[in-house]
């Protein structure tokens, strides 16, 4: 880690210009500097023992840190709980805190510069700063809830009081920077940050754009239904998948109305539907890719005692999100005597435990993928200027909020206004006006939800306590109790549209016909209680089967199906399953994906083989194609080729999406839709439009991309025969520092696992995604709880434990958690130090 604190500093100037472009280069004398440059961090492992403080708690806390480098937070109180944990996660992940809030507030460019400026008004425009100032300031400062954050920033500033320049992290040294106070409303802009992440995409605008390319009728079946495979959160009486694999219309001709809408919300420099989308900024290819990494998401399971080889409930959880350095998680456990005694992983920035364990219960989560953002088309009396919007055929007075956003050095950078109407936010896209309504914008009180839950006993009281607070963004909540109940909902407030229509046209404005109507009742969100089956599983498909609810909830390229395919094949064929084979589960190499295409793509491959001169390295790759045994092993040979072939397979396919003048396409559909399209061989999707003199069909379209992919992979990693394309070597995890630092990033580590597996963690050159965190618990009598994570608990790298987890979560391997009741029941030979907190002395009779 020495050497990588070195080579930081020779990689500081092209730090500082990939984040404030070319402006001065931090002096690197005083990164240096052996008193309070980086070496300073490397004199420190964040691991230190810091004696007792008198300046924190009302009561006594003792915080006992494991080998693994978990704190084990023993207080009298609960608030003084969450002051300790406050205080050990700003020693840990201090920077990270900053980040992720300034994130959330879009406030990046006082940390980063100008070159956050697009991220910070982008985050503005979708009014996420507003609502959590509207919410901080609607909480009651006595509450429960508000005690709860302003004891949990207590904590944060205590740590960050006690330091000196040489301590601070690293980051903030090459940046210059100083860290700042936190407040408790960084932690609802830390809540919006999460919704965002997982709630925010505008189908709208992609069905908008796909009619105004190949029409209405083929958009709607490609964007506008229901997943063609069927395997649902809920489960379906058959207990079985349902496929139905239609065949899919022509491209036809650009529907008007669509293209004139398109037109005008792409009608000016920097505007149109992407300026609402995450990746506006990025080129079209790197935003495709982000995109379909990102459709990953998430696995969680459980298995009743009546399918469990111990006769107790098992629940396994592995959310898959970016993987970065430190980890998005930081594993905590809490103990407060009689009234807590809850462990398992945090967002550093959240009071609480975010996914873990109690004595009595364990919970995970993946994300629904609910359709909780619409749009309409407002209708404003000055164009260039607005003060008003029609509705109901009166003019309705705008709320303005002017933005003004800042350097390191409070210099203004920039300022803009920001419009509400009733809906929420309102935003010019080209030559019109769109405003937005978002649950996420709405939400406000998850925190009261996790706060509950952690004080439930039962499964069902767990998921009701949630559901009675949750807004977004809409998670499927999996929990198994020491009782053998196991169950599940996804949970969220989803929307219902006038009519019980769909969310899926951008609506008129002028009318509050076209307003929501309500929200489902908890009665019909999708969810299973004691299963008949014995086992339940989510990751990321279709909630609920739309023949047994058809009210809308989402469209097809929000769901991936060949995870849950996946995961339910095992637990199908398994009625006694034990933790180590949930523990295999997590990294199983198998892919129903890959057992579907594979063959489907050797079919036409040969055909084409046959037909006229076909590409001279056609032979090898079906030869190479047909001897992988569709496994994501890390030594296959396969897959590659696989994933190269079928990409390629896709850009030719989809050829209509891509508008004239561009070169990438403004829309993709999901991938299941390529079991109906191989099975229609001669459909007019096949013919590439850009090629008038031939008219392709699937066989000419996958043979030649088979070959292209070959031919392709030859260049880029040497001959297969020589040289194998082994997918460990050519498709490695590599997590990566917060600021892409790459000395301060994992190596590239080989794993098993794939696209469409239950480990689908993939790498771009911009991110990588994945099993951020995986857990195995087994509902006994005394819970024994299993789990890792990519990374390591420190955020410094010159820490022993900032990356110590990696060769165990590559390798599949799970930890044993500690789970003391009490100080002492840690043995001494796994306590790697202590800290101890007093009260103080004039805090006696403090409320606690």
């Known amino acids: 880690m020495l050497k990588a604190l070195a080579f930081s500093v020779l990689t500081a100037a092209a730090l500082w210009l990939s984040l404030v472009g070319a402006g001065p280069i931090p002096p690197l004398g005083p990164l240096l500097n052996p008193r309070v440059g980086l070496w300073a961090n490397a004199a420190d492992d964040g691991m230190r023992q810091r004696g007792v403080s008198g300046v924190l708690t009302t009561d006594s806390v003792v915080v006992r840190f494991d080998q693994r480098g978990v704190p084990h937070i023993f207080a009298r109180n609960e608030l003084d709980a969450f002051r300790a944990l406050g205080f050990v996660v700003a020693r840990d992940r201090l920077f990270q805190l900053e980040l992720q809030a300034r994130a959330g507030e879009g406030t990046l460019t006082e940390l980063v510069g100008d070159v956050a400026l697009s991220a910070d008004q982008e985050t503005r425009h979708l009014g996420m700063p507003h609502s959590a100032e509207q919410r901080w300031a609607a909480m009651d400062t006595t509450s429960r809830m508000a005690r709860v954050l302003q004891a949990y920033a207590d904590g944060i500033n205590a740590y960050r009081e006690l330091l000196t320049p040489a301590d601070y992290p690293v980051e903030y040294k090459l940046l210059r920077a100083t860290p700042r106070p936190w407040v408790p409303i960084h932690s609802l802009h830390l809540l919006n940050r ?98 379909q990494l990102r459709a990953f998401a998430s696995n969680n399971w459980a298995v009743a005692p009546s399918r469990s080889a111990s006769g107790h409930a098992l629940l396994a959880g592995d959310p898959h999100l970016e993987l970065t350095l430190p980890s998005i998680w930081y594993e905590v456990h809490l103990v407060v005597p009689g009234v807590m005694d809850v462990g398992g992983v945090t967002i550093p920035g959240l009071p609480g435990v975010t996914i873990g364990y109690t004595r009595a219960f364990a919970w995970s989560f993946t994300n629904t993928g609910a359709d909780v953002m619409d749009f309409w088309q407002e209708t404003v009396d000055n164009a260039a200027a607005p003060t008003a919007y029609e509705l109901d055929g009166s003019l309705q007075k705008l709320v303005t909020r002017v933005e003004t956003y800042r350097d390191a050095r409070g210099r203004t950078l920039a300022t803009d206004t920001v419009y509400y109407t009733h809906r929420g936010p309102m935003r010019r896209q080209g030559s019109t006006w769109l405003s937005m309504r978002w649950t996420v914008l709405e939400a406000g009180t998850e925190l009261q939800g996790f706060y509950a839950s952690m004080h439930a006993t039962t499964a069902q009281a767990f998921l009701d306590s949630l559901a009675a607070y949750y807004t977004a963004p809409a998670q499927n909540m999996i929990v198994a109790d020491t009782a053998g109940t196991i169950a599940i909902r996804s949970t969220g407030r989803f929307p219902i549209r006038a009519d019980s229509g769909r969310g899926t046209a951008i609506l008129d404005g002028r009318t509050r016909r076209s307003d929501w109507i309500g929200f489902r009742p908890v009665s019909r969100y999708p969810q299973a209680l004691r299963p008949a089956q014995g086992f339940l599983a989510s990751a990321n498909q279709q909630p609920i089967d739309p023949e047994s609810d058809p009210l809308y909830l989402g469209v097809d390229n929000h769901y991936e199906i060949w995870r849950a395919l996946q995961v339910n094949r095992l637990l199908r064929a398994d009625s006694a399953v034990t933790v180590d084979k949930m523990r295999r589960m997590h990294t199983d190499p198998g892919s129903v994906r890959a057992e579907r295409l594979v063959p489907a793509l050797l079919e036409a491959a040969r055909a084409r083989a046959g037909q006229g001169t076909p590409p001279a390295s056609l032979g090898k790759a079906i030869a190479l194609l047909a001897a992988w045994d569709m496994r994501y092993t890390r030594e296959n040979t396969g897959a590659r080729l696989f994933e190269t072939a079928l990409g390629r397979v896709t850009t030719q396919l989809y050829d209509e999406f891509i508008p004239t003048g561009d070169s990438t396409r403004a829309v993709t559909p999901s991938e299941s839709r390529l079991l109906q399209f191989f099975a229609q061989p001669a459909n007019a999707w096949w013919d590439d439009r850009r090629t008038a003199e031939v008219r392709e069909d699937r066989d000419r379209i996958v043979g030649d991309a088979l070959a292209w992919a070959y031919d392709t992979l030859v260049v880029q990693y040497g001959d297969p025969a020589q040289t194998p394309w082994t997918w460990g070597r050519v498709s490695p995890a590599r997590p990566q520092h917060l600021l892409r630092l790459a000395g301060f990033s994992a190596p590239e580590t080989p794993i098993d696992g794939g696209r469409g597996t239950l480990n689908p963690s993939v790498a771009s050159r911009r991110a990588n995604f994945g099993a951020s965190w995986r857990m195995v618990v087994e509902l006994g009598p005394q819970p024994i709880v299993r789990a890792t994570y990519p990374g390591g608990q420190s955020g410094n790298p010159a820490s022993p434990f900032y990356l110590d987890r990696l060769p165990l979560w590559a390798s599949g391997t799970l930890d044993s958690v500690r789970t003391p009741r009490t100080p002492d029941e840690l043995a001494p030979a796994d306590v790697r130090n202590t800290f101890t907190f007093a009260p103080r002395p004039a805090a006696t009779g403090a409320a606690k």
């Open 194 to 291: 999460m919704g965002y992440t997982l709630a925010h995409d505008p189908v709208e605008l992609n069905l908008l754009r796909a009619r105004a390319l190949v029409g209405d009728s083929a958009a709607r079946v490609l964007f506008d239904s229901d997943s063609p495979v069927q395997d649902p959160i809920q489960p379906a009486a058959r207990n079985a998948p349902r496929e139905a694999l239609g065949a899919i219309p022509a491209p036809g001709a650009p529907d008007p109305a669509a293209t004139k809408l398109v037109a005008q919300l792409t009608r000016g420099a920097r505007t149109g539907p992407l300026a609402w989308s995450r990746d506006a900024q990025l080129p079209a290819d790197e935003r495709e890719a982000l995109q």
